[in-house]
Each structure stands twice: as C-alpha cells, then as structure tokens.
C-alpha cells in the first residue's frame, strides 16, 4: 500500500492552501483539546493541593471502643453508656507499626501523633488550644510547618511549643517568652515559644499548637503508644487503594481522605465531566472538519477516482487513498497542535508553583501522546464515510464528467 | 487466427419503465488476437456502449462476454478489476491523465497500482514508451504542462504499460488537430504490427478508420457491417 501512501500524499501536497487550511483547523481542534486538558488538570491540582494539601492522606486513629457493660442480673435492666470524656484512645503499638507502613510504596512521610486539647495560660489570658505532639524531624511531614514559619523554627524539643500567628498574637507572646500549657488531663507544663506559623487558616493559625511528641506523651499521661499516625502519600489520588493496602497489612483502620470529602471529590468529578464535553466538542469539530473536507475532495476526484478503477485500481485501494489522507491530516494536525499548545503552556508557572489569581495551567497534564492519538482516530474514522463514497464511484459516469 | 474475444446477442439497456432505452440491440461480435479495428457509426449507435461492456467497466442487461476463456460476465468486481489492469488498455477521448502527477508517473499507474508500489522496472519500461511516443523531454513534466496531442500520447504509453492483450480506444484524435491525430494513429499502428496488440478503435472520422484493417460498422444497438 506503498503506492496509495504516495497518491494520498501527492494528492494533499497538490493543494497545498486546502491541506494547510485543513491541518490548521485541526490543529486548533487539537490545542483547545490540550489547552483543556492541562487546565482542567491544573484547577483540580490547584484545588487539591489548597484544601488537602496540608492534611492527612490517610490517617490511622485507635478505636474508641464502649465501654463493656458487666450488668448481668435477671428482668429488665435499662442502662446508660458514656464514654469518659478524658479517656484517650492509643495506638499501643504504633512503634511495631510504622516501619512497615514507611514501606508501603506511594507513602512519601508518617507521622505518629499525640493529639488532644489544653488550656495556654499567660497571666491573666487563657486560650483553649488543639495541641499536636509530633516527633522531633518530623513537622513538616505532613502539614508544611517549616514552609510556614513566619518567626523563629520549627524544630520542636524539649520544653518548647509552636503557635499560630493569631494565637501568638490573642496571648501577647513574642520568641522566647514562656507560656503554660494545661492539658485536658490536668497535666501542666512550662514551655517556651520557639516559632510562630502563618498558614492563612483561621481555625489553625488561632487554635493550634505543636509540640514534641516526649512533652506530648507528659502532658497526656501517654508512656507510650500514639492517638493517631497521619500518613502522607505521593500521590493523594491513590489514598483510597493504599489505605485499603494499609489496612489489609497492619488491621489498622487507615481511613483515606476522601472519606468525608465527598462534596469536594463531586465537585472535582464536575469539573472534570466539563473537561470531557468540551474536549468531547473539539474532537466532533475535527471529524466533522476532516469528513466533509475529504467529502469535497471526493467528489472533485471523481473523474480521476473513475480513471483509476478503469485503470484496475479496486475498491480497496481507493478506500486507502483516502483513508491514509485522513490520517496524514489527522497526524500532521495533532502534531501541530500539539506543538501550539504546549509552546502556549510553557510562560505558565510550573504546577508547585500556582499562585492565586493566575491560571493553573499544568503543562505535564496537557495529554500531548493522548490527543494526537484521539485525532488522527477521529480523522480516520471522518474518511471513511468519503472512502467510501469514493470507492462506489462508477468509473463509466465518474469518466464521462 | 486466435480469438480474442466474442460478445453474443448483448442488450443493454439503461433508466426501467417508461424511461427504459435499449442502446444495444443483440449485438454479437468477435475480435481475433492481433487486429486493429475502427467501430464506426452514428452518435447514439452504441459504440461507447460496447466499449465499455468490452473494457469491463460495465455488464450488459443480458448477452454472453468471453475474453482470454473467461466468462466476463459471471466475474465479479474483484477478478474484473485485476484482469481489465492486466489484459485491457484505455484510451478516451480527453486523454484522462491524473492531473497531479507526470508524463512517467501517468504511465506507471496500471504496473504500480498492481504491483503497490513504482518498480523500477515499471519506470524503465515507463520512460521506454515514452520515449516511443516521441515525449523523451517531457518524461517528468506535469501533465498540466502538456499539449493536448502529447497528452494523448501520454495516454496511450499508459494504455500499453501492462503489455495488454486488448487496447480500447474511445475517440482518441476527436479532440486533436488533424497533425496530432495522424501522429496518434501512427504510433498505435505502430504498436499495432510490432506488438501484435488488438485495438479496437471507435470514431467518427473515415480517416482514421482507414488507418485499421477492419471496420465494423454499428447502428441502432447492432453491428451491421
């Protein structure tokens, strides 16, 4: 079929206005293909990475069992369960735990926790304060800490705390002063701020504070063990089939993020369905473009169409005539067009580096391979209707013309 | 003497009802291997008919068609394509050259389309018709530059480039100057005595009928001298 490659070709390079015309139009089927892709892609990372950029992908919690009920007394018995309010839910064994979740592919940082709630006194100001001990060299697991920092350090260490701007702010407390910190258990300590955060977060930056695990384990009455191991993976979407991983591996209930975030995972979905009909439209565009191109073309070749059959050319060889014409546009389009789109990509600023009120366009989620792909299908399956036609064309009435 | 082909009683008849004409009437002819031919007669006789059936391009409403031992008739579009591009040359009236190529890629067609690509064998055996037709300087020129008589003589090299056994030729010089035409003529009688290929040649001009040994007249849809 060498020789149908060669008239296919001759016959696109024999006008070359129409055929530059035709692979433009294509093109630009194909950049606005492109064009969507990376910034449906860029939106969806742009809005994951602000709301659960800084979470837990997955986070393992202890469970807080009821208490057992020990009544067992012949007749009818009406009992009430109430869980202790300071009773604390550990993950005893989370040491023996966590090499192996550490080894689970895909999981980027864990970070055993000791979570719980106290009082930060200084002088006559008293704020109540979510307190998370984490261990020494591991702030920034999974929240950035360091990346927020606006004052001091992260490094947590004995005797020392981490608050939020605004907390700092509510307790007048500046680097280096000291404040006292009640735990719900009615254990107290002294400790010494060594670093302000800011992350733009109200409910954090005005109720959080972080310590080291050791002042955590004091202040909680926690020899050992953990409440929680928060576990950040390096691709967020895959938290679902790695905690499922997780689970099945430790019998930990590993709860992924996107339980509890289905309003935002719908969201996303929409965005991205939008994403599908708009490439969806571009891609209708380019076949019907190509199809009724290579319609025109058909019916302007009918007398040479009719020369050929004449001259023992069968169905089939006209069919790839115009089939392979299809698919050069299709081919010579999608290059281009990607070409276009991702030379319009690159002056945006790379996907770890969106900043507000740009557009988060993701030039790695620009689907090049997969565009020109889809078009020069579409342009094959646009010619074959015209392959077709020009395959039936009677050469006695083709020749006459 | 070998026949070459034999058409019996072929009616054609073209539009069903009211609107049905019967172009050929029961037309029966024979053709032997190596005869050069004019079919002549009136507009409308049927002629370009016949040509047609002969060059397989259509089948008659009924009648017998057999060329080489083959029934063309009971074949299908498959097998009568492969044998019209082995056994059969056309030549029109308007030349009919594909416009986007040259002189060589013209005549190469029937052996390239055949073989899926241009052989170099196709392209020496390309150019040495061509150079017979007196168009050495114009091998790769674009038949767009072309004049009409060398057009023609285009067409004729193509019509012979698979060596066929049977040349149909449907007015070849109408729409030539009277120089040209006898410069056609010429090299198919050429062709004709070297080669031992039939031509059957339908026209209108008595002088180009002249040029073959037999004429065989058409009118009304059968032959009738």
């Not at chain 1, 996303?268 to 319609?295: D, E, P, R």
Request: charged share 20%; aromatic share 6%.
């Amino acid at each position: 079929m060498l020789y149908a490659l060669k008239i296919a070709i001759r016959y696109l390079t024999a006008n070359k206005a129409q055929t530059a015309l035709l692979v433009t139009g294509v093109a630009v089927g194909v950049f606005i293909f492109i064009f969507m892709s990376a910034l449906i892609g860029g939106l969806a990372e742009f809005i994951l990475s602000r709301t659960v950029g800084d979470i837990s992908h997955i986070t393992i919690e202890a469970e807080d069992r009821d208490p057992a009920v020990l009544i067992d007394v012949p007749g009818h018995v009406l009992t009430v369960t109430e869980r202790g309010r300071t009773r604390t839910a550990t993950l005893a064994e989370a040491e023996t735990w966590l090499p192996l979740i550490e080894a689970v592919p895909g999981v980027r940082a864990v970070s055993p926790q000791i979570t719980g709630a106290g009082f930060l006194t200084r002088g006559a100001q008293v704020s109540q304060v979510s307190v998370t001990g984490v261990e020494p060299g591991r702030e920034s697991a999974i929240l950035d800490l360091d990346g927020y920092i606006v004052e001091g350090t992260a490094r947590l260490g004995s005797g020392l705390i981490v608050l939020g701007r605004d907390l700092a702010d509510d307790l007048a407390l500046s680097l280096g002063q000291t404040v006292r910190l009640q735990s719900s258990g009615g254990v107290t300590a002294l400790l010494t701020l060594s670093g302000i955060f800011e992350t733009g977060n109200g409910a954090m930056d005005g109720a959080r504070a972080f310590v080291s695990l050791p002042v955590a384990r004091t202040l909680y009455s926690m020899p050992q063990g953990v409440t929680r191991i928060e576990i950040k993976l390096d691709d967020l979407n895959a938290a679902d089939a790695t905690a499922l991983r997780i689970r099945s591996l430790t019998g930990l209930d590993a709860v992924p993020w996107t339980d509890g975030a289905e309003q935002l995972m719908e969201a996303l979905n929409a965005q991205a369905q939008t994403g599908y009909f708009l490439k969806s439209f571009a891609l209708i565009t380019i076949v019907i473009g190509v199809a009724s191109a290579l319609m025109l073309s058909t019916y302007r070749r009918r007398p040479e169409i009719g020369i050929m059959r004449a001259m023992g050319a069968g169905r089939n060889f006209v069919v790839f005539v115009f089939v392979t014409q299809g698919a050069l546009i299709g081919l010579l389009g999608g290059i281009l067009g990607a070409a276009l789109g991702y030379l319009a990509l690159l002056p945006f600023p790379p996907r770890d580096a969106f900043e507000p009120g740009t557009l988060p366009m993701d030039i790695t989620q620009g689907s090049y391979g997969l565009a020109i792909t889809l078009t020069v299908i579409g342009a094959i399956l646009a010619s074959i209707l015209p392959a077709r036609a020009a395959s039936r064309v009677d050469p006695v009435t083709a020749i006459g013309q | 003497m070998i026949t070459l082909l034999e058409v019996r009683d072929l009616v054609k008849t073209y539009g069903t009802g009211e609107a049905a004409t019967r172009v050929l009437r029961g037309l029966s002819l024979r053709l032997e291997a190596g005869e050069m031919a004019a079919l002549l007669g009136p507009s409308g006789a049927g002629k370009s008919t016949l040509l047609t059936i002969l060059g397989t391009l259509m089948k008659p409403t009924s009648g017998t068609y057999e060329m080489l031992r083959h029934d063309m008739i009971a074949a299908d579009d498959r097998a009568l394509t492969e044998f019209r591009n082995a056994h059969i040359g056309f030549v029109f009236q308007f030349h009919n050259l594909l416009p986007d190529f040259t002189a060589l890629e013209n005549v190469v067609f029937p052996t390239a389309v055949r073989e899926g690509r241009e052989t170099p064998a196709a392209r020496t055996r390309g150019r040495d018709l061509l150079v017979r037709m007196g168009l050495a300087n114009r091998i790769d020129f674009p038949t767009a530059n072309l004049s009409g008589g060398q057009k023609q003589r285009v067409a004729v090299a193509r019509a012979l480039m698979n060596a066929p056994d049977l040349v149909l030729a449907d007015e070849p010089t109408g729409n030539l100057d009277r120089a040209s035409a006898m410069q056609v003529m010429d090299l198919i009688g050429e062709i004709n005595r070297e080669e031992g290929t039939t031509f059957l040649i339908s026209t209108h001009d008595e002088k180009i009928a002249a040029f073959c040994r037999r004429q065989i007249e058409v009118a009304d849809g059968v032959v009738t001298g």
